[in-house]
């Protein structure tokens, strides 16, 4: 909490979230004019930890621009995840300041187009591609990542000079480890009948975490969003109740510019209770152990990310399960990307499960970043919504 005595509203703390948002590219370009090296992510298996370790600031290139998809379709098919596409055509254009600041980037083979995508961007940048084992239970397979993880280091120390060394690590993984505590405070608000926040409010203050070049003030601005919103859970009636249907979101990765499904459920009035895909809680609901090698805890921990690309992927039904219980999840939409053929795929499972297991209603949206389908997407989700009350 800030020196002040008065505490602030969740609308003004929300509104200055909003506001960094809007200004980060600022605070990155004064990172680069001081010096420092600005490294570009596309996914969260590649951890902020490391990068941070090797004295450099990570960013993510995840692209969430509409209007950078006709660029890319100058040489990628049509046919394609609109994130991909987006990421490229910001690329190709340089039009996209992180972008433009990045002096490396990290890739991963999370999906054949990513992969084949990063081969093009390394004619813009130096790039450095992780391959990930896709069955974390195979014999070796942790062994193989560990490998992974110290071929990123040693990139990593070739752009900045800085090596990550095992005391630099476990500082920037207590750091992270802070942040994700603070994140796991505010969404509690979920669990109650009746939230003082709203998920799309969640997801611009999860996206920050993505756009941040000193920790400092975004780790004592988000402890003073969790003080608000526990106060505001305290104040409220502990018996008060919505009649809103609890509804979880999953799937493909969203941001608040790309948030159509999220925004379109919550006006058909449903109460978005729980979001766990990579954009929400399922990169802060777990802590790095910061006991031991703090290289091989980092290795555990993104190892064990709950990604599509894992086959199997046991812990993506798992964490569904987990959140249907803390949240009190009434149910479920998955949604998937244009040509995102994990996810689509997947959709098959989280479907059994939800249906079979869970005995929750379901319903998977396939779309991409245009706003053409809203209209027929309105439809699907206030019918479907309606079928829940």
């Known amino acids: ?103 490396a980037l990290i890739g991963e083979t999370t999906c054949d187009g990513k992969k084949k995508v990063f081969e ?41 000079g800085i090596e990550p060394t095992p005391e630099r690590l476990a500082a920037e993984i207590r750091y992270e480890n802070d942040i994700r505590r603070v994140l796991q405070r505010i969404v509690r608000t979920f669990e109650r009948r009746v939230p003082s926040l709203t998920w799309t409010q969640m997801l611009s203050v999860r996206s920050l975490t993505d756009f941040v070049v000193d920790r400092a003030p975004y780790l004592a601005l988000i402890e003073e969003l969790a003080e608000a919103v526990e106060l505001a859970d305290a104040a409220a009636a502990d018996a008060a109740q919505s009649p809103l249907p609890r509804l979880l979101i999953t799937g493909s990765p969203m941001s608040p510019e790309t948030n159509k499904v999220m925004r379109l459920a919550e006006d058909s009035g449903a109460l978005v209770v729980a979001h766990d895909a990579c954009s929400g809680t399922k990169m802060f609901d777990r802590l790095v152990d910061e006991d031991g090698d703090p290289f091989a805890a980092l290795t555990r921990f993104t190892l064990d990310i709950p990604c599509a690309c894992m086959s199997p992927n046991d812990g993506r039904v798992e964490l569904l399960r987990s ?5 009190g999840v009434e149910g479920v939409i998955d949604t998937v990307w244009q040509a995102c053929h994990t996810f689509n795929v997947e959709s098959v499972i989280v479907q059994r499960a939800c249906r079979e297991e869970l005995s929750l209603p379901f319903m998977k949206i396939e779309t991409d970043y245009s706003s053409a389908d809203e209209g027929q997407l309105r439809t699907r989700i206030e019918a479907f919504v309606e079928g829940m009350c």
């Open 120 to 160: 093009l961007l390394g004619k813009l940048r130096p790039v450095h591609v992780m391959q990930i084992p896709y069955d974390k239970n195979v014999p070796g397979a942790l062994e193989r990542w560990a490998e992974e993880m110290a071929r990123v280091a040693a990139f990593l120390t070739e752009i900045t």
């Open 1 to 103: 909490m800030r020196g002040s005595s008065v505490a602030r509203s969740i609308d003004a703390i929300l509104a200055e979230v909003a506001d960094r948002l809007e200004w980060a590219q600022v605070r990155f370009k004064e990172a680069k004019d001081s010096g420092l090296k600005v490294v570009g992510l596309y996914c969260g298996y590649i951890p902020f930890e490391l990068v941070r370790a090797a004295g450099a600031i990570p960013v993510s290139l995840c692209g969430n621009d509409a209007n950078a998809i006709p660029s890319a379709e100058v040489e990628l098919p049509r046919n394609f995840c609109p994130l991909i596409k987006s990421s490229y055509g910001l690329a190709i254009t340089d039009t996209c300041p992180y972008f433009h600041f990045a002096d």
């Open 323 to 327: 959140s249907v219980a803390v949240y």
